[in-house]
């Protein structure tokens, strides 16, 4: 790959990302120029064969263009969103298309179409605007303000874990991560004795901004689940009042501030984005794929859930790729996450059905048993160092059942909050098979956001108000079940 | 090579030969697999010389939200398992207006059979590449055919779907099937006359 290329030029029509593109690789890192056209992000394929050393040939009569990389082809079609990756199909969101006398693609086309031709990875993170290239470590990164204070108390999580320094200095702490950049998720402002959290300096940094009245900030490593986490503590110059002499303050927004004092029950959620490769779900008449439409509002909901709740999250897919169905709820199993969400939009055989609609799973006869059991069986192993141990025993198509009341309260909130942001569907919580839920060994729903199959819900699934809407309706609805769950717990 | 080396292997063919027709011809008599059926583009019209019965089908309505059950003829066929056949190929064919049928256009039927537990198979082959996916639409397909079979052929007591005779988890990545399935009635609407 080469990085030395000078300034490259899109003459394209449309506009530049707000945000440009930057590409990390063992070489170092560069802005990949791309530019906005009717929606979609496109980078120009005479770009790509600079930056990937590639070669690009356009076949006039068949209209089609192919790209060769030692030996291995991709061919575009110039009049359908789609490529034969070394003769394997893939989709992308639209077709090669002319611009002058350049050729542009979607960017998808870097993870899904040059990736499988390429020998280093080709990671394209659009949230953060990363296209990371090779054996390069980007963990991401999570900051947040737990408590105002003071003292005032922060939590950066690094994950996939990497080891983590925290260096105080003249009213700033900068954490270093050792990693070759950083896809960072960082709130919007300060709180308490903290002003900002922001980006360092270095691409591996991040740096709190400390207000006037911080005292020496203390800080902690440690590393658990895969994550690593920096717990920051700055105490206030000036000594807190006698009791008396001034009223308690009040309590801050319970949405923005969360003490860390105490281990609550409940603190990673589970998103599952529905779909994903070459299975795209209901496709809207212009092109719109479910999987693009779950992704894209996961990632809405993951941003909420981590900046204003505090939780951790975990999703199924990060990208546009095909999870067996089995592997999505055992990935929330085996990260022992506390809720499992799965997401998608609904098509029916008419054009009038529209709203959203919840899911969770019937029980049959044997399912019904256990749940009035609530709770699944046991064996005894022996254990290491003499002893025995009790070993709980799921079995896979009855793990659901035993949640199976608490998955109904948290259908009823997932209603409650859609119905009060986006249309509903008249049957708006139903229970069925739903087979991404057989499996969940928490409490777990499948929502349906909208039809696609409806003109008037697919042109509104195409915005970013109906989007966030949804993300906050799911937000609101997981926030409540927190409560509810931090509640019931023993 | 002589005739004491060629006799015991040529000995062991013949047993190995008749042993594997053996083994076939009872997995067919077990299963009453047959090959694929194509589905017509409409049902037989029925005739005097061939009898019918009045079976209950399940098409989608037009707006698509929920099944309606629909009385047609299908030909009379001898045994269970002919029945069954005769009752999904008519499931599959096109529905009169103005349903829809809740079954993706180029499903074919590859095989039908009924354990003794009661436990039908149907093994259709081309539902999941033509399927527009969807819960709801992927709700209505599934309860069409297990209530098809189960509606009409009192004898079996659940239905367990196969693909290209595969049990999968899926047809479009939502309802379960890799188990049998009862009759499902929580999406069939109050019956009505044949048009």
Do not use: C
Request: glycine share 8%; hydrophobic share 45%.
């Amino acid at each position: 790959m080469v990085l030395t290329v000078p300034v490259l030029f899109v003459q394209a029509q449309g506009t530049p990302p707000p945000t440009p593109l930057t590409l990390i690789a063992r070489e170092g890192r560069r802005t990949v120029p791309t530019v906005i056209v009717s929606g979609q992000e496109l980078i120009a394929l005479d770009d790509v064969a600079m930056l990937f050393q590639v070669a690009v040939a356009e076949d006039a009569p068949t209209g089609s263009v192919t790209v060769t990389y030692r030996g291995r082809t991709t061919v575009l079609s110039s009049t359908q969103p789609i490529a034969s990756v070394n003769g394997r199909v893939v989709t992308l969101p639209a077709p090669v298309s002319r611009s002058g006398r350049r050729l542009l693609v979607p960017v998808e086309f870097l993870p899904r179409a040059l990736a499988p031709i390429y020998d280093r990875r080709v990671d394209l993170r659009r949230t953060s605007r990363l296209l990371i290239v090779g054996d390069v470590v980007v963990p991401r990164v999570v900051a947040r303000v737990d408590a105002v204070g003071p003292p005032t108390r922060a939590t950066i999580e690094i994950s996939p874990a990497a080891p983590a320094t925290a260096t105080a200095d003249a009213g700033r702490v900068i954490v270093r991560v050792e990693a070759d950049a950083l896809e960072l998720a960082l709130p919007p402002a300060g709180g308490g004795l903290i002003d900002q959290i922001r980006a360092g300096d270095q691409p591996n940094t991040v740096v709190l901004i400390l207000g006037g009245n911080a005292a020496m900030p203390r800080t902690a490593t440690a590393t658990a689940d895969g994550v690593a986490r920096v717990t920051v503590e700055v105490p206030s110059t000036v000594p807190p009042p006698a009791e008396s002499a001034i009223p308690p303050p009040a309590p801050p927004a319970a949405s923005e501030v969360l003490s860390v004092a105490t281990r609550r029950v409940f603190d990673l959620v589970a998103i599952d984005p529905g779909h994903g490769g070459n299975d795209p779900g209901v496709r809207t008449a212009d092109g719109l794929e479910e999987k693009e439409l779950t992704l894209d509002v996961a990632r809405r909901l993951r941003q909420r859930l981590e900046t204003r709740l505090g939780v951790r999250v975990i999703m199924t897919r990060e990208d546009d790729r095909a999870i067996a169905i089995d592997e999505r709820a055992a990935f929330a199993n085996n990260s022992k996450a506390d809720l499992f969400l799965s997401l998608h939009a609904n098509g029916a055989l008419g054009g009038g059905m529209a709203g959203a609609e919840v899911y969770l799973l019937s029980l049959d006869r044997e399912g019904e048993a256990v749940r009035r059991r609530r709770r699944t069986d046991a064996v005894s192993l022996p254990a290491l160092g003499g002893g025995r141990r009790m070993l709980e025993v799921v079995p896979w198509n009855l793990a659901q059942a035993a949640h199976i009341d608490t998955s109904s309260t948290f259908s009823a909130m997932l209603e409650e909050e859609l119905r009060r942001r986006v249309p509903i569907s008249p049957r708006a919580v139903q229970r069925a098979g739903m087979r991404v839920l057989t499996g969940a060994n928490m409490p777990a729903a499948l929502v349906e956001m909208a039809y696609l199959t409806n003109p008037e819900q697919a042109g509104k699934a195409r915005t970013d108000e109906f989007r966030n809407s949804v993300a906050d309706a799911l937000y609101e609805a997981i926030a409540r079940f927190r409560t509810f769950a931090d509640e019931k717990a023993p | 090579m002589n005739l004491h080396r060629i006799l015991p292997v040529a000995i062991g063919v013949v047993l190995l030969g008749l042993l594997a027709w053996g083994v076939t011809s009872l997995l067919e008599r077990l299963t009453e697999r047959d090959a694929a059926i194509p589905v017509t583009a409409t049902p037989p019209p029925p005739t005097a010389e061939t009898p019918h019965i009045a079976a209950t089908l399940f098409y989608a309505t037009a707006e698509g939200d929920a099944l309606q059950p629909v009385q047609r003829e299908v030909p009379l066929a001898e045994g269970l398992v002919a029945q069954g056949r005769q009752i999904l190929t008519a499931q599959f064919a096109p529905p009169p207006a103005p349903y829809i049928s809740a079954i993706p256009m180029g499903t074919t039927l590859r095989a039908f059979y009924v354990t003794e537990k009661g436990d039908a198979f149907v093994d259709v082959s081309g539902i999941s590449a033509a399927h527009p996916g969807g819960s709801l639409t992927e709700l209505l397909t599934v309860q069409a055919i297990v209530n098809a079979v189960t509606a009409n052929l009192p004898a079996v007591q659940r239905v367990q779907i196969l693909v290209d005779g595969k049990e999968v988890d899926t047809i479009a990545g939502h309802v379960d099937i890799r188990q049998p399935l009862v009759r499902d009635v929580s999406l069939v609407r109050a019956a009505e006359a044949a048009p």
